[in-house]
């Protein structure tokens, strides 16, 4: 079964710096998605990528799917610390509906 | 729009008792998820619906159910609690059946088992 496995697995910034996280697939991605997670909340979906070399932008943040589509990097732009939280990359399973998660990047911030 | 709602919100169950979990989707979305999260495992795969029918399954024990009702609602159902249940429940919606399509999550159900 696929795995993804993000690093780093927590990082601290201070405000205005830039920042990537990354997330490896054991098997090629079919679709990567992003998300971002305050501690005991929800998921907020920031944004999808299903071909290899995608790269989508919102607001600060960049996502980006590699050519070989086995990895793909998150990339905030200077950092706030409203971008703090868990960020969580899912790919989808072998089968219906399943999303496989990484085991998170914990983003602290510091004003 | 409104998102993916989830009620209750928290809840505090005793060892052997059952409980139900109730997520409502977003408007049109067919396509119900559930994920359960903990500290040491993350995010894991319950089950999904889709038009009423479970289409998948995780590798949970048989004590955790669910079922969708034909306005797309979704419960789920985890009989004869366990500490080891303790957890937060998320669900999640999305348009159409499996994947890759956006999925959009509900702010979950904080689980504690005493």
């Known amino acids: 079964s696929q795995e993804l496995e993000q690093s780093p697995q927590s990082l601290i910034v201070q405000e205005g710096k830039n920042l990537t996280i990354n997330c490896t697939s054991s098997?090629?991605?079919?679709?990567l998605y992003w998300y971002k997670q305050k501690y005991g909340e929800g998921l907020i979906f920031l944004m999808m990528?299903?071909?290899?070399?995608e790269e989508k932008s919102h607001e600060k943040i960049t996502a980006k799917l590699d050519e070989k589509k086995q990895q793909s990097s998150l990339h905030i732009t200077a950092s706030q610390p409203s971008h703090a939280g868990i960020y969580l990359c899912?790919?989808?399973?072998?089968?219906?509906?399943?999303?496989?998660f990484g085991q998170g990047t914990i983003l602290t911030v510091h004003p | 729009k409104a998102g993916v709602t989830q009620t209750p919100r928290y809840l505090i169950k005793t060892r052997g008792q059952q409980v139900t979990l109730s997520c409502s989707p977003i408007?049109?979305?067919?396509?119900v998820s559930w994920y359960q999260q903990t500290p040491g495992q993350g995010l894991q795969f319950l089950f999904e619906?889709?038009?009423?029918?479970?289409?998948n399954k995780g590798n949970f024990p048989g004590r955790f159910s669910g079922r969708q009702f034909s306005n797309s609602r979704s419960e789920m159902n985890v009989s004869t609690l366990e500490l080891g249940d303790s957890a937060l429940y998320l669900c999640?919606?999305?348009?159409?059946?499996?994947?890759?399509?956006?999925?959009?999550f509900g702010p979950g159900t904080r689980l504690t088992v005493t």
């Open positions: 999640a919606s999305s348009l159409i059946a499996g994947g890759p399509g956006e999925q959009y």
């Open positions: 098997k090629t991605l079919y679709g």
């Open positions: 990528l299903q071909k290899g070399g």
């Open positions: 899912g790919g989808p399973g072998t089968s219906y509906g399943k999303l496989t």
């Open positions: 408007s049109g979305h067919r396509s």
């Open positions: 619906y889709f038009s009423e029918t479970q289409r």
